[in-house]
């Protein structure tokens, strides 16, 4: 028998979310590892993303149960990547996306005889009330706060997720925790540039507080071995390895734009207390756009929160495949990055 007659046909996966930074790059590892990649877009701009990128494209969104249908049939493996996230709006929103997207799926590969769904959860789902967490493992519960309607939303699809473990022969769920996701084209970047060139950026409680960090890569990784490895039913955090302080990071990533984001500090209280008025303002004055400054990302980047990965060493077999001084350094220059944002302006002229 020929080598090529005897070779198995490619692993299908389905990627939800593949349009955005984390899909995007975890679609190119799919492909790269020898994976066929179907993904869902709901636009004519995100199905020309996706097959840019070398999936086949799927018309169709979370709430559409006969275009999941369809994307799964002969579907192994579901990547659940897409989610809302924004650091404002309300529950509703995050709860139709979040939430119910996630059961749709869930219940769409039960149906479709799907293997198992690989779900990225977040670590915010265990903040609780602003205090400082280190070391954080699976053990700890999961909290639902009413000012961090997206953590909130993780949560509540987590549990839906793992409750659907083994609910039929052969499935399985597995949940991937990450902090901090960062890389090359992480879309939070642009902003924070913004925010420091027009003199509004300051440190919150000086920066010192102790931070988890993951590359894009890095969680990739973690997704693409829990499609095969470790028990279902269960949540993993996954981190860079190296833990680090706000201020560390975030400097390195504003300088690799040529940005240097200053020593202007605000105390956790008062920006805690500016935070409650302005939600107040922006909900009673039912203004658009996201407050400056929200409860939600105070709870994320506020306090110390670093995240214990033995558990997914130990199940899952997963160890960092990109450290922070590497990833830093593949970081676009400035250049690079004004010729990127000119590309997604006109694509046309870009590639003359």
């Not at 995007?24 to 994976?35: E, N, V």
């Not at 993303?49 to 999941?68: F, I, K, N």
């Not at 249908?69 to 996306?97: C, K, Q, S």
């Not at 300051?202 to 028990?231: F, I």
Request: charged fraction near 25%; hydrophobic fraction near 45%.
């Amino acid at each position: 028998m020929s080598r090529i007659a005897s070779e198995s046909p490619p692993r299908l996966a389905l990627v939800t979310g593949g349009s955005g930074f984390v899909g995007g790059h975890l679609i190119r590892r799919l492909l790269s590892d020898g994976w066929r990649v179907r993904a869902l877009g709901r636009s004519t701009e995100a199905r020309a993303r996706l097959r840019a990128l070398g999936a086949e494209p799927v018309t169709g969104d979370l709430s559409d149960r006969a275009a999941l249908a369809g994307a799964m049939d002969e579907v192994e493996v579901v990547f659940h990547v897409a989610a809302h996230f924004t650091f404002w709006g309300a529950m509703r929103l995050f709860r139709r996306i979040n939430v119910e997207g996630t059961r749709t799926i869930v219940e769409a590969a039960e149906r479709a005889g799907v293997r198992r769904v690989v779900h990225v959860s977040a670590a915010a789902v265990v903040m609780g009330r602003p205090e400082p967490m280190q070391g954080v493992t699976e053990d700890m519960p999961l909290h639902k706060m009413p000012f961090a309607p997206y953590a909130t939303s993780k949560a509540e699809a987590e549990e839906i997720l793992l409750a659907a473990n083994g609910r039929r022969a052969g499935f399985s769920t597995v949940a991937i925790r990450p902090p901090f996701i960062w890389g090359p084209d992480m879309p939070a970047l642009d902003h924070m540039v913004e925010t420091v060139r027009a003199g509004r950026f300051q440190w919150v409680a000086g920066g010192g507080q102790a931070l988890s960090t993951c590359h894009v890569d890095n969680l990739c990784h973690a997704l693409v071995l829990a499609a095969d490895r470790g028990p279902g039913g269960q949540a993993f955090f996954v981190s860079d390895g190296e833990d680090t302080t706000l201020k560390s990071f975030l400097t390195r990533l504003l300088q690799s734009r040529g940005v240097t984001p200053g020593d202007r500090a605000v105390p956790f209280a008062v920006a805690w207390t500016m935070a409650g008025v302005m939600g107040t303002v922006w909900r009673l004055l039912r203004r658009k756009g996201e407050p400056p400054i929200t409860r939600q990302m105070l709870r994320l980047i506020g306090k110390d929160f670093t995240v214990d990965i033995r558990r997914a060493r130990e199940a899952l077999g997963y160890a960092p495949v990109t450290s922070p001084a590497d990833g830093m350094r593949r970081m676009p220059r400035p250049e690079a990055a004004s010729t990127r944002r000119a590309a997604e302006t006109n694509p046309q002229a870009a590639a003359s």
